[in-house]
């Protein structure tokens, strides 16, 4: 645990975060600034992801099995450069802010290349790249989230972030809802759009987000020296051997365990429309539904997993998608799915964070965060790939039952396999 220390020692977090008084409980400047530059870029790329799975399956003709590798790799890629992203950004002092335009930049890039590609290999290779892009700056921007935020308050400072982050994510359907109904080449459109609209997030990044750590101030005291479990120099083999950590260790484990028997997106509104019917023109839509409860859940939920324990609420929202689950196998109400799938993301996406970011020394911020973040996501790869093929064989309520039978089994072991600390 890292407490603020007015001499600047190792552990100490940002000063406008910590400083004694009315202000120690508010959000950083970095946070709300990081959170714009993520509401402007989720309008982009959820104008393209809310239109992708339509695109492929309906336009190009893909099967669920076809549909399910694209999507793992849509993931899965991300998962292999986060390492990468948050070992660059730890090093020479923090460069948080320059890996993180990177991988910004990288994505930006991919949404035009989408004009010009019609095959599943090409598709897949563009996809790659936006995702390595996705990889590269996710560990970097939460490290500066959380090395700017008060270790009391990082739940707030993450559901503040989400929940910025969560209202691109639903402007970004709406938008490709809109010009889907007005444009003749509606995915052509839509691809253009996210295309600048993606730059101008770079841009924002470039020119308000503070260099280093976020802005946070140098120690004034040495570091202590390299240690098993506190390297001094951040390094590959220091950034692994975080893994030596207990709670570091079990939190990459459950994380993993439980990205396994997670049913993507994607494939959550292709089996809404599967099932309850929803027509092809209102789709593009469906993602508004999660979008709208992961907003309004993200800040309350976050304030809620400082005082009750972040553990508890990251469980408590893998219980909410394993409701989900069981009302789309019981036909139920697509709201009542899209409620419980934002939920399940306001509970888990920046919660999870907020507890990796206490279990990690400042120096290797980046990289433990990516440590946990690389487990998940190369969970979820695999776990997308399954369901397509589960689909693909056994049809979509025999692939659905075996996922939340998996998400049951995962719980429990995650029950066990719990952290020792609680916040």
Not at 215 to 220: H, L, W, Y
Not at 387 to 406: E, N, V
Request: with cysteine; aromatic share 6%.
């Amino acid at each position: 645990m890292y407490v603020a220390d007015s001499r600047g020692g190792a552990g100490t977090e940002v000063r406008d975060a910590t400083r004694p008084g009315p202000r120690a409980t508010a959000v950083a400047p970095t946070v709300l600034v990081l959170g714009t530059v993520s509401l402007i870029t989720d309008v982009s790329s959820e104008m393209v992801t809310a239109v992708l799975p339509l695109y492929l399956v309906a336009g190009l003709g893909l099967s669920p099995l076809g549909f399910g590798l694209l999507d793992g790799v849509y993931n899965g890629f991300s998962a292999l450069v986060r390492l990468v992203g948050g070992h660059l950004a730890d090093r020479g002092g923090g460069r948080h802010k320059a890996v993180a335009a990177v991988g910004y930049g990288l994505s930006a890039v991919c949404k035009p290349a989408l004009l010009l590609v019609h095959s599943l290999p090409l598709i897949g290779a563009v996809l790659a790249v936006d995702r390595t892009g996705k990889g590269l700056r996710t560990a970097p921007r939460d490290a500066l989230i959380s090395l700017s935020s008060a270790p009391e308050t990082r739940g707030r400072a993450f559901g503040v972030h989400r929940a910025m982050d969560t209202a691109g994510a639903l402007l970004g359907p709406l938008v490709a809802f809109l010009i889907l109904r007005q444009a003749a080449e509606g995915y052509d459109a839509v691809f253009t759009v996210s295309s600048c609209v993606a730059a101008l997030g770079v841009l924002v990044l470039l020119l308000f987000v503070p260099g280093g750590r976020g802005g946070a101030p140098a120690p004034a005291t040495a570091p202590a020296p390299a240690s098993a479990d506190s390297p001094a120099a951040p390094s590959l083999r220091a950034s692994l051997a975080l893994l030596r950590r207990r709670d570091v260790r079990r939190l990459t484990v459950c994380a993993t365990l439980l990205g396994l028997s997670t049913v993507s997106d994607s494939f959550v509104y292709l089996l809404l429309q599967h099932r309850l019917g929803v027509p092809d023109r209102w789709f593009a839509l469906l993602p508004l539904g999660t979008a709208a409860a992961f907003l309004l859940l993200a800040l309350p939920l976050g304030r809620l997993a400082d005082r009750m324990g972040r553990w508890r609420m990251f469980l408590a929202g893998h219980v909410a998608l394993l409701a989900a689950y069981g009302l789309l196998l019981a036909h139920g109400p697509a709201y009542a799915v899209l409620l419980l799938h934002g939920a399940f993301y306001a509970a888990t996406d920046g919660v999870l964070m907020a507890a990796a970011s206490t279990a990690v020394p400042d120096e290797l911020r980046g990289a433990g965060l990516a440590l946990v973040q690389t487990g998940q996501a190369t969970a979820r790869f695999a776990a997308s790939l399954a369901f397509g093929a589960a689909w693909t064989a056994w049809g979509d309520r025999t692939a659905l039952t075996t996922a939340a039978l998996a998400l049951t089994v995962c719980a429990v072991c995650a029950v066990y396999l719990r952290p020792a600390q609680s916040k």
